[in-house]
């Protein structure tokens, strides 16, 4: 009865107890003993195997606790993702200029060329793991309470990323028009400006032509570069091509 007791309150927590079928297995045993007249040895190893299920009991009411308490803070996390991305998939950026503040709408899924949308699609799997618990050990549940505070996080920082990004294409178009203002006193002018492929997120290309017909394409391209200061930071580099 015991034993029939914790597979009804503690049905999780069994998953990561094996133990629990050597339990089982020892009752059947004590049970063909005494159908065999071995009493005394049935009762012995029906009094060991009860010991040991009491103890068993405590650890699975601490396990099933633990699963509930993870259980609880997976479909939080995921829940609160799955808000944040909802919210902010069209981004509102602020940003000081001479001018004053300039804000700036965007979508956050172009910036970070999809990883947002992918950041969604697995965060709706979860979601639908979490909806079926019954099936999910402790361990898996663990292993799914990370994966989804990892993909908290990782909503913050594509958030992070978009405002990088953005200003990293308006510092090419910065960059271009400090090289076209040069190049005019030296006699070429700007003929045509465009991103690579109408992509913001990839190069500037500017071609210029003199007066004797010469033409020349600055290409303004991102780099990105490691340093000890910024893991992300942004640089970029400056190709010449004359024609």
Known sequence: QLLSLLQQYYPQA???FPVWQQRQ??????????????????????FQSYQQTQQLRTQLEQTQL??????????????????QCEVQE???????????????????????????SAVQTQLLA?????????????????????????????????VLETKTHLLSSQLRQQIGQTIEKSLRNSGWEAIDSTYEGGD??????????????NEM???????TATNSENNAAWQHKLSVAFF
């Open 217 to 223: 394409v600055t290409i303004v391209s991102p780099e």
């Open 25 to 46: 297995q020892e009752l059947k045993q004590a049970e063909q003993l005494l159908q065999q007249g071995q009493a005394q040895a049935a009762l012995t190893l029906a």
């Open 90 to 116: 069209t981004a509102t950026f602020a940003f000081k200029t001479a001018k004053g503040t300039v804000q700036t709408q965007t979508e956050v899924d172009y910036w970070t060329q999809g990883q947002w």
């Open 14 to 16: 069994l998953r990561s």
């Open 126 to 158: 979860l979601q639908q793991q979490l909806n079926q618990p019954d099936e999910l050990s402790l361990a898996e549940l663990q292993q799914l309470t990370k994966i989804a505070q990892q993909q908290q996080q990782q909503v913050l920082n594509l």
């Open 66 to 83: 633990a699963w509930e308490a993870y259980l609880r803070t997976a479909h939080y996390s995921i829940a609160h993702a799955l808000a």
């Open 200 to 213: 913001f997120r990839q190069a500037l290309y500017v071609k210029f032509r003199n007066f004797q017909g």
